[in-house]
């Protein structure tokens, strides 16, 4: 059974830095493309972040330069370091994929960027 749960969201001071993780079961993470997302109270989810199977990232503008995402095989998890948090960061971070066309999403961690 597949499942992403999501964790490392919490409250911080501009500038600051957080690390969500993303743990999956019932699949090899590293086998597939995983994508972290975001949505802001009043506004539809956006991607974030996506890593491939070999590694390559991209980056939506907003956050190049500040959002790293990452993989642990060992750990079937998937990681995003941010750094230079900023108000507009504030969101409900999702982890996702698609398996056999049915896409796959978690809970969901709250990140609140706020002085």
């Known amino acids: 059974q597949v499942q992403l749960v999501e964790s490392g969201g919490g409250l911080v001071q501009p500038g600051e830095s957080l690390s969500l993780s993303c743990v999956a079961t019932?699949?090899?993470?590293?086998?597939?493309?995983m994508k972290w997302y975001r949505q802001a109270p009043g506004k539809e989810r956006e991607w974030v972040a996506v890593?491939?199977?070999?590694?390559?990232?991209l980056y939506t503008d907003s956050v190049k330069g500040r959002f790293t995402i990452s993989r642990d095989g060992a750990r079937n998890t998937v990681y995003l370091q941010m750094r230079n948090l900023k108000p507009e960061d504030t969101a409900v971070y999702y982890c996702?994929?698609?398996?056999?066309?049915?896409?796959?999403w978690g809970q969901g961690t709250q990140v609140t960027v706020s002085s």
């Open positions: 019932g699949f090899f993470s590293s086998d597939v493309v």
């Open positions: 890593i491939s199977p070999n590694a390559n990232t």
């Open positions: 996702s994929t698609v398996r056999n066309s049915k896409p796959y």
